[in-house]
């Protein structure tokens, strides 16, 4: 059973910076597809970045160039490197996990219904 563990929201003027982390039990994670993904209050959930397992990295466009999303292979730890936030970022961010389908990312990686595996959520809120 693969759980998934955020950390690292808070509180943050804009123009700061956050690192969010995702701690990984139960597979070895650098062998399949992870994501970061948020949703802010009335809105659907949206992907933000993924990375597969040979480093394969996806952003949304809304993100690209201000996020970045990385892995410490040993530590089992997803991180997601954000720079520049603004107030439109503040969201729960959720990490989530693919192991059923391989080591890459499907055609859709930014697609939440391509995840099975979820984490708790960590809030992010970004003020003006």
């Known amino acids: 059973q693969v759980q998934l563990v955020e950390s690292g929201g808070a509180s943050v003027q804009a123009g700061g910076s956050l690192t969010l982390s995702c701690g990984v039990y139960g597979y070895s994670y650098s062998r399949y597809c992870v994501a970061w993904f948020r949703q802010a209050p009335g809105k659907e959930r949206e992907g933000v970045a993924t990375i597969d397992s040979d480093g394969t990295t996806t952003y949304a466009g809304s993100v690209k160039g201000r996020f970045t999303i990385s892995q410490d292979n040993p530590k089992n730890t997803l991180y997601l490197q954000m720079n520049g936030l603004k107030p439109e970022d503040t969201a729960m961010y959720y990490c989530?996990?693919?192991?059923?389908?391989?080591?890459?990312?499907?055609?859709?990686?930014?697609?939440?219904?391509?995840?099975?595996?979820w984490g708790q959520g960590t809030q992010v809120t970004v003020s003006s």
């Open positions: 989530a996990a693919d192991p059923a389908r391989g080591p890459y990312c499907s055609s859709e990686p930014l697609n939440p219904n391509m995840y099975n595996y």
